[in-house]
């Protein structure tokens, strides 16, 4: 069996909603990257035999196999396909196993996989219920199939539902989760301010750096939020 390598990764910085990449197609967010990324491995880009993005809600400027479109918006060879995955908030990774999977098979020598999403342009789960509505669809992608209702009945399909099954399976109080996310929100805020994402992020335009995490998060402000549950996946 053939071995798969990753040769070279880059990304763009993470921006925040409305921030310095709000106003962005999420097309050129992908071109930047993928020019960068040709450029820093030094690979012929018409040896490039597919490109793999991740991407949910694929509507609007995210629509039209956007994988595909980010790599001809960014003057690279017409001759090389592309390929939009959705497996929701794991689509970017699943890009990078389906690249390494032609790899490792044979089928495939050398691959492009990463992914692209404005979610200022196209909120989180759009697809799944905004973009519905003028066709009279209102109730989400699960409502009126009879086989999802016998298995699984009216619960909600949300990450925060799901959250709350997990916290209450393994006894998970609020309060540890919150120091979980706040500890979390410093190692990060330490780790831009030390330059460890410098190798691997590429400036676009004004924005050099991630706009978060947040730094004047603290306990008693996260205790005071509450979330807004609706649609989700």
Same mark, same amino acid.
């Given at each position: 069996?053939?071995?798969?390598?990753?040769?070279?990764?880059?990304?763009?910085?993470?921006?925040?909603?409305?921030?310095?990449?709000?106003?962005?197609?999420?097309?050129?967010?992908?071109? =930047?990257?993928?020019?960068?990324?040709?450029?820093?491995?030094?690979?012929?880009?018409?040896?490039?035999?597919?490109?793999?993005?991740?991407?949910?809600?694929?509507?609007?400027?995210?629509?039209?196999?956007?994988?595909?479109?980010?790599?001809?918006?960014?003057?690279?060879?017409?001759?090389?396909?592309?390929?939009?995955?959705?497996?929701?908030?794991?689509?970017?990774?699943?890009?990078? =196993?389906?690249?390494?999977?032609?790899?490792?098979?044979?089928?495939?020598?050398?691959?492009?996989?990463?992914?692209?999403?404005?979610?200022?342009?196209?909120?989180?789960?759009?697809?799944?219920?905004?973009?519905?509505?003028?066709?009279?669809?209102?109730?989400?992608?699960?409502?009126?199939?009879?086989?999802?209702?016998?298995?699984?009945?009216?619960?909600?399909?949300?990450?925060?539902?799901?959250?709350?099954?997990?916290?209450?399976?393994?006894?998970?109080?609020?309060?540890?989760?919150?120091?979980?996310?706040?500890?979390?929100?410093?190692?990060?805020?330490?780790?831009?301010?030390?330059?460890?994402?410098?190798?691997?992020?590429?400036?676009?335009?004004?924005?050099?750096?991630?706009?978060?995490?947040?730094?004047?998060?603290?306990?008693?402000?996260?205790?005071?939020?509450?979330?807004?549950?609706?649609?989700?996946?």
């Amino acid at each position: 069996m053939s071995e798969a390598y990753i040769v070279e990764a880059v990304r763009t910085p993470v921006g925040r909603r409305g921030g310095g990449l709000g106003a962005v197609h999420p097309a050129d967010l992908g071109a =930047h990257v993928l020019k960068e990324l040709i450029r820093r491995a030094g690979v012929d880009p018409a040896a490039v035999e597919d490109v793999v993005l991740g991407c949910l809600d694929t509507v609007g400027p995210q629509a039209g196999d956007i994988a595909r479109t980010a790599w001809l918006a960014a003057g690279l060879p017409e001759e090389v396909p592309g390929v939009t995955v959705d497996r929701q908030c794991g689509s970017s990774q699943q890009a990078v =196993h389906f690249a390494a999977q032609a790899v490792l098979s044979g089928t495939q020598d050398l691959v492009v996989a990463g992914g692209t999403q404005n979610m200022t342009q196209i909120p989180i789960a759009f697809a799944s219920r905004q973009a519905a509505e003028p066709l009279g669809l209102t109730q989400g992608p699960y409502a009126g199939s009879e086989g999802w209702r016998a298995r699984y009945g009216d619960a909600p399909v949300n990450q925060f539902h799901g959250a709350q099954l997990i916290a209450e399976k393994w006894g998970i109080s609020r309060r540890e989760m919150e120091e979980f996310a706040l500890t979390s929100h410093r190692r990060a805020a330490r780790a831009l301010d030390e330059g460890r994402f410098a190798r691997e992020t590429v400036a676009y335009g004004n924005v050099t750096a991630d706009e978060g995490p947040r730094r004047d998060t603290t306990l008693e402000q996260m205790a005071r939020l509450s979330p807004v549950v609706e649609g989700g996946t």
